[in-house]
């Protein structure tokens, strides 16, 4: 069987991480790879020399997956706002025989607001993500791949919707 690498961004709090891991029980030999494993670091520090060291963890990690015959579905998400970020990853040599199934997970601002609120409140995130996740929300507009409105969904209707975006994408 082919092998198929699902590729989800969104903002931080939209619902990327919680719907990888549904979706990981439900496809068989999948291995998933969230893009905040490649970056936790105390400080978080942002810059072009730590920007180019994530994308290469993420590389080579995805590269990794796909070349592995364990696999047959690789699952990636991270925030993924720019253009440049996603033809990058689906430049990897590695995706050339696999099938490719990207989303940019979308909710409106006040569904975003409310989920981070849970995070916070449940100590999973810093108060600042308040402010700075919705200012990604119009980023997404800008890119070429298809977009899901997860504001009325729950994550396994989300998981739903994605696995018949892959239907849909050989």
């Known amino acids: 069987m082919k092998k198929r690498l699902y590729l989800l961004g969104g903002p ?3 619902g990327k991480t919680t719907v990888c891991r549904v979706l990981q029980e439900r496809l068989p030999h999948c291995v998933f790879l969230d893009g905040d494993w490649c970056w936790d670091a105390r ?6 020399e730590t920007k180019r060291m994530v994308l290469d963890n993420i590389r080579h990690l995805l590269g990794n997956f796909l070349r592995c015959s364990a696999y047959e579905n690789v699952l990636f998400c991270r925030v993924l706002q720019e253009q440049s970020v996603w033809d990058d ?6 995706t050339a025989d696999v099938d490719v199934t990207c ?8 569904a975003l607001r409310d989920r981070l609120l849970r995070d916070v409140d449940a100590g999973l995130r810093q108060p600042d993500v308040l402010a700075r996740s919705p200012e990604r929300l119009p980023l ?4 070429h791949v298809p977009t899901l409105d997860t504001t009325a969904l729950t994550p396994e209707q989300t998981a739903d919707a994605v ?8």
């Not at 400080?43 to 072009?48: E, G, I, Q, R, S």
């Not at 696995?163 to 050989?170: F, G, S, Y």
């Open 43 to 48: 400080p978080f520090t942002v810059n072009a």
């Open 103 to 110: 989303a940019a997970l979308l909710c409106s601002p006040d």
């Open 140 to 143: 997404y507009r800008n890119l």
């Open 163 to 170: 696995l018949r975006m892959a239907k849909k994408t050989p």
């Open 89 to 94: 990853l689906l430049s990897l040599r590695e």
């Open 12 to 14: 931080m709090g939209v």
